[in-house]
């Protein structure tokens, strides 16, 4: 069953600690939905508050329209993953997996029936009698999905179920995941602090910060046109190159003054004159024989693109260079922006002002 | 090996010299010739070995009583008192209140006030112990000393299991939660079987300890199985003053007779006991 969830101005504090200051979120049915944020930004809260682990200082939760406040964890349908698994471990790998539909009183039969699909689904139908302690973190992990996935959940919550395993698997368990997911259509909210696995599993991001909403959007939305300076910065490896300056009005056209170049800015307008932070991908930069004249700090070749920064004065700029550059520090070369890809940023309030 | 190692060791071998050589010496005296029982200096090797000393009947007010393999009535009596009561105390009190100290009421002067129990002597207890098992008729009976002993077992075994249910995930509760279960089921089916080390050594430890208990039992109770609920310890003094002289021999070994129990189950637990102790000393 797919199911929507509706956060309505749900605030959430510690003591004076505000964890959560009034979010608002629609999670539609079958998405699957990623809170991300650095550690501290309330995403893992946010989860327990839907899971109903937590109680809510303020607002409502919904659940397909029902508000769920006073529903105890067990009457939400809701299924999770916990970051450590939080397996049974007095109890063997069918039995964890097993507990879920026993404690709903399904026969002996439909009981192990539902354990051996959800085992051969996830490929752990070997170690069903063994204990967890037994298992490596990737089979302990797969042990842990089918205990959520077993029943049927109405909703899947996940809490950064891959920080515990090491690179290689977690990107193979990345892959898994979204192809679970989708096969099974079941509503996902997944919580972590990865922006690369946020990107690559979503259908919708939502950024949080600091107890505070950022931003909620599709990957490309989110990367392409980041909505404030914070998730900006966060979404994107190499992060986007932030340059400080000044937006002003000259002759009738606006123009960016940075401290050590200026910038015409054909085709666009501002309402007013202001302190501005510009921000450009790396991969925006292109090396031209037109442009700003830098030094080269670094040369970072990762094989597919190379990684290049660069002093424009007193400023250091990221490049992405397609392709393996063969290039040397403190070498000159020239640079220009691509003037479309170009973001403005509010240096007070760190809002979005390109329109 | 490293010097630490070799520190650490040569440490342990005192401190397992100084641990086990009250044993060695019981269990020579129970076998030494009375001649070498008293002499000084004294004898750490017997030169002749006897058993006579086991065949030494004990003296009970003044009459000729039964020699050391006669302690049966009094076994029967500490077993019954030992298990129940460390039973009892564990899976009735300890883990219950243990529980809900570390989960539902996090009270650090709730917590405190188990420890506190445990200071007070039994010295200051045993008047008004004695004054509440007599009114209830309970002098001389199993319910009795149960009864008086969980005065000590609840406050130990609830302190150590303390340290054990803390160290149990939250997150493994809470998925029990969202997967259907109650907070009773939680605390039977998931909790507690994950804290079972920290019972057995509850359990073990408390047996011990109500095993040797003395000063109660000397009070509470005044003849053996079937009559009474006299325990061990107090057999043990039949054999102190025989015939108007100090009968080391005979007491010597009757208290081999008696500690063989303790042993066995020390040794069986030991490797709990070592888990145990060090996890119960990690947190509050």
Redesign the interface.
């Known amino acids: 069953m797919m199911s929507e969830v509706v956060i309505e101005n749900v605030t959430k504090k510690f003591g004076s600690v505000v964890a959560l200051d009034h979010i608002n979120l629609t999670i539609r049915p079958g998405e699957f939905f990623v809170l991300l944020g650095p550690s501290g930004s309330g995403k893992t809260t946010l989860l327990r508050i839907i899971?109903?682990?937590e109680d809510v200082t303020e607002g409502s939760i919904y659940i397909n329209g029902k508000k769920v406040n006073d529903v105890?964890?067990?009457d939400r349908d809701?299924?999770?993953v916990?970051?450590?698994y939080?397996?049974?471990?007095?109890f063997t790998v069918y039995d964890n997996i097993a507990?879920?539909l026993k404690?709903?009183g399904l026969s002996k039969d439909s009981i192990a029936q539902r354990v051996k699909e959800i085992a051969v689904r996830l490929h752990i139908e070997d170690l069903l009698n063994k204990k967890p302690r037994q298992l490596s973190g990737g089979q302990q992990q797969r042990v842990a999905l089918a205990?959520a996935l077993v029943r049927n959940p109405s909703i899947f919550l996940l809490d950064e179920p891959l920080s515990n395993l090491d690179a290689k698997l977690r990107v193979e368990a990345r892959t898994f995941l979204k192809g679970l997911q989708r096969d099974l259509g079941v509503t996902t909210i997944y919580v972590t602090h990865d922006q690369s696995e946020a990107m690559a599993l979503a259908t919708r991001i939502a950024v949080l910060n600091k107890g505070v909403l950022k931003q909620v959007g599709d990957p490309y939305e989110l990367y392409s046109r980041p909505g404030d300076i914070f998730t900006a910065g966060f979404i994107g490896s190499p992060a986007m190159n932030m340059i400080p300056g000044k937006i002003v009005k000259a002759n009738g056209s606006w123009r960016f003054v940075a401290s050590d170049f200026t910038l015409e800015l054909n085709n666009m307008n501002f309402s007013s004159e202001r302190e501005a932070i510009m921000g450009i991908r790396p991969e925006h930069i292109i090396i031209s024989d037109d442009g700003i004249g830098c030094t080269i700090s670094t040369v970072e070749p990762m094989g597919s693109v190379t990684y290049i920064t660069v002093n424009v004065g007193g400023t250091s700029l990221t490049v992405q260079y397609t392709g393996l550059a063969k290039l040397e520090p403190n070498a000159t070369i020239k640079i220009k922006f691509a003037m479309d890809k170009i973001l403005f940023y509010d240096k007070g309030t760190g809002k979005l002002i390109t329109e | 090996m490293k010097k630490i190692d070799v520190l650490l060791l040569a440490l342990l071998i005192i401190f397992s010299i100084i641990s086990l050589f009250p044993i060695y010496w019981i269990v020579i005296t129970a076998l030494k010739v009375n001649s070498e029982i008293f002499t000084t200096p004294p004898v750490f090797f017997p030169t002749k070995i006897t058993l006579s000393n086991f065949y030494t009947p004990g003296e009970r007010f003044g009459e000729v009583a039964q020699t050391a393999f006669g302690s049966f009535p009094w076994m029967i009596n500490s077993a019954v008192v030992a298990v129940l009561s460390s039973l009892i105390g564990t899976f009735f009190i300890g883990a219950p209140a243990a529980y809900a100290l570390t989960r539902y009421l996090k009270n650090v002067w709730l917590a405190r006030t188990v420890l506190f129990m445990m200071m007070i002597p039994e010295a200051a207890l045993v008047i008004p112990f004695y004054v509440m098992i007599m009114r209830m008729n309970l002098i001389n009976t199993w319910w009795g000393l149960i009864l008086v002993y969980l005065s000590f077992i609840a406050p130990l075994s609830t302190w150590l299991l303390m340290g054990f249910f803390s160290e149990i995930?939250r997150?493994?509760e809470?998925?029990?939660?969202?997967?259907?279960?109650?907070a009773y089921?939680i605390f039977f089916r998931?909790s507690l079987?994950?804290a079972?080390p920290g019972i057995i050594v509850s359990i073990i430890v408390n047996f011990i300890n109500a095993w040797n208990e003395f000063l109660y039992a000397l009070v509470l109770t005044y003849t053996p199985f079937p009559t009474g609920s006299q325990t061990v310890p107090l057999f043990l003094t039949d054999f102190i003053v025989i015939e108007k002289t100090f009968a080391w021999g005979g007491l010597a070994a009757a208290g081999v007779i008696v500690m063989i129990p303790s042993i066995i189950i020390g040794l069986y637990a030991q490797k709990y006991l070592v888990k145990g102790w060090t996890m119960g000393a990690v947190k509050e």
Do not use: C, T, W
């Not at chain 2, 809470?174 to 109650?182: Q, W």
């Open positions: 899971a109903g682990l105890p964890p067990k809701v299924a999770m916990f970051q450590n939080a397996l049974y471990p007095h507990l879920p404690v709903r205990r | 995930p997150s493994v809470e998925a029990a939660s969202i997967d259907g279960l109650s089921k998931i079987p994950m079972m």
